[in-house]
């Protein structure tokens, strides 16, 4: 689904098709952001495949954080020549779960090795200009990515339409979450595109969408 200008969503729709939402934004290097579970990439893959483009052709692939329904499918990309980037404190984190990951997963965490890390500030990428937010509370490493160009804001599964990422999980930390969203709350925000769930358009809705976030769901975080 084309969401604005090189900008194309697989939106997350059901647990037996594919499993979180995947961005994939076409230029001279072309950039699939989460790419999901691997034994729910076809719905990835056959979305490429509409627009003309192989998996071979992915330049970069980024993950928002290292959970195994957002970044599984790396494992896809070492065989091509595409590049994956995550933030260090997250590959630090999933290294201390190898074996958790290796008995509930059954792979390796090390097959999800970065080739580079996403680190704050700015990320240049042939010409088009991305922000890099650390935004912890979820997960440790987990970062939120803004295009300023198109007022976009990639926030993983930090918020969604209407709600929050979970705090339970390892590494999970609610006060973290709630700095993370009000850091990202200040922004100017017209699409956010979350891990899970819908797509938020237009200026105002993201602001609601923020303002019922702290006014409902941080008493219960």
Same mark, same amino acid.
């Given at each position: 689904?084309?969401?604005?200008?090189?900008? =194309?969503?697989?939106?997350?729709?059901?647990?037996?098709?594919?499993?979180?939402?995947?961005?994939?934004?076409?230029?001279?290097?072309?950039?699939?952001?989460?790419?999901? =579970?691997?034994?729910?990439?076809?719905?990835?893959?056959?979305?490429?495949?509409?627009?003309?483009?192989?998996?071979?052709?992915?330049?970069?692939?980024?993950?928002?954080?290292?959970?195994?329904?957002?970044?599984?499918?790396?494992?896809?990309?070492?065989?091509?020549?595409?590049?994956?980037?995550?933030?260090?404190?997250?590959?630090?984190?999933?290294?201390?779960?190898?074996?958790?990951?290796?008995?509930? *997963? $059954? *792979?390796?965490?090390?097959?999800?090795?970065?080739?580079?890390?996403?680190?704050?500030?700015?990320?240049?990428?042939? $010409?088009?200009?991305?922000?890099?937010?650390?935004?912890?509370? =979820?997960?440790?490493?987990?970062?939120?990515? !803004?295009?300023?160009? !198109?007022?976009?804001? *990639?926030? $993983?599964?930090?918020?969604?339409?209407?709600?929050?990422?979970?705090?339970?999980?390892?590494?999970?930390?609610?006060?973290?979450?709630?700095?993370?969203?009000?850091?990202?709350?200040?922004?100017?925000?017209?699409?956010?595109?979350?891990?899970?769930?819908?797509?938020?358009?237009?200026?105002?809705?993201?602001?609601?969408?923020?303002?019922?976030?702290?006014?409902?769901?941080?008493?219960?975080?």
């Amino acid at each position: 689904m084309k969401i604005f200008g090189p900008l =194309h969503a697989f939106i997350w729709e059901s647990m037996t098709v594919n499993n979180c939402n995947s961005f994939f934004i076409d230029g001279p290097t072309r950039i699939l952001i989460d790419p999901g =579970h691997l034994t729910l990439f076809g719905h990835v893959k056959s979305g490429l495949a509409a627009l003309g483009i192989g998996v071979e052709e992915i330049g970069i692939v980024m993950g928002t954080h290292a959970h195994p329904d957002h970044i599984e499918a790396v494992r896809l990309f070492k065989k091509t020549s595409a590049r994956f980037g995550m933030h260090a404190i997250e590959w630090q984190f999933i290294q201390g779960l190898k074996d958790r990951i290796m008995a509930a *997963f $059954g *792979f390796d965490p090390d097959a999800l090795s970065p080739q580079f890390f996403l680190t704050e500030g700015g990320l240049c990428i042939d $010409g088009r200009e991305f922000q890099v937010l650390h935004t912890p509370g =979820h997960s440790p490493g987990a970062v939120s990515l !803004y295009w300023p160009e !198109y007022k976009a804001l *990639f926030s $993983g599964d930090l918020i969604f339409k209407e709600g929050v990422g979970r705090t339970d999980l390892p590494g999970g930390n609610g006060e973290q979450l709630k700095q993370s969203i009000r850091r990202l709350a200040g922004l100017e925000v017209e699409w956010v595109l979350p891990g899970h769930g819908e797509i938020v358009e237009g200026a105002e809705a993201v602001r609601t969408t923020f303002s019922e976030i702290e006014n409902y769901w941080f008493k219960y975080i």
